[in-house]
């Protein structure tokens, strides 16, 4: 069974950073895509960044950057100059087709908050 496992999320003041990881492990036969989501509350869950393609946002553009570890199944997420606006639940996720499924499927980790205040 597949799981995305998000760590390093917390409170940090506006200005500050803080990093992302997320770690896939399960059968897994081959992983597509990984990313980030955030939903802030009551609105919908949006894009942050994915890889492979790469893309972000245009709110993180210049302030977030993502990377993956294949040999690793990991995706993290560097959070520079944090801004209120950025407090949201963040999910991983990942596009990855799992041994003995027939096709690739969509695939997302708990959530992990982040709260920018002072």
């Known amino acids: 069974q597949v799981q995305l496992v998000e760590s390093g999320g917390g409170l940090v003041q506006p200005g500050g950073s803080l990093r992302l990881s997320c770690a896939a492990s399960g059968s897994i036969l081959n992983i597509y895509v990984m990313g980030w989501y955030r939903q802030a509350p009551g609105k919908q869950r949006d894009l942050v960044a994915s890889?492979?393609?790469?893309n972000y946002a245009d709110s993180v553009k210049g302030r977030f950057t993502i990377s993956r570890d294949s040999t690793k199944n990991t995706v993290s997420l560097q959070m520079n100059s944090l801004k209120p606006e950025d407090t949201a639940i963040y999910y991983c996720y990942a596009r990855l087709w799992e041994i003995n499924r027939r096709t690739p499927d969509d695939y997302w980790g708990q959530g992990t908050q982040v709260t920018v205040s002072s």
């Open positions: 890889i492979n393609p790469t």
